[in-house]
């Protein structure tokens, strides 16, 4: 008797438990982040390279590559290119649902530029 009173308490705590943090998951719109990683460099010592990183709403993420682009050759070209993979990424997004709500750019380096776009849907 004294089991089952204890196995029932303990449901109970659990699907309380559980519902509660479904509640919490409701409160907050989906979210979904994209990084646009940029480099730029004067010649080939420099490592880092230029990428979007994609944080999605089950918090996977996702890596998509981008040319490095180079004061040396050809940077507009290619820095072009870089951002309309940025855009199309976005309008991938956007064409789902998800609204572009805030962005935020950093340059901790002279040739490295970070782009934060924040995306939610409700």
């Not at 290119?81 to 940025?86: A, C, G, Q, S, Y």
């Not at 490295?112 to 776009?117: A, K, Y």
């Amino acid at each position: 008797m004294k089991n089952k009173f204890l196995f029932l308490t303990f449901g109970l705590i659990f699907i309380t438990l559980n519902l509660n943090a479904q509640d919490q998951e409701e409160k907050y719109p989906e979210t979904v982040l994209i990084k646009l990683v940029e480099t730029v460099y004067e010649g080939a010592s420099i490592k880092a390279e230029s990428k979007l990183i994609i944080v999605k709403p089950d918090n996977s993420i996702e890596t998509k590559m981008l040319e490095r682009t180079s004061y040396l050759r050809g940077a507009e070209l290619i820095l072009n290119d870089n951002l309309i993979k940025t855009r199309i990424e976005l309008q991938l997004w956007q064409n789902q649902g998800f609204e572009l709500k805030g962005m935020s750019t950093t340059s901790p380096m002279d040739y490295l530029m970070i782009t934060t776009f924040v995306m939610t849907k409700n």
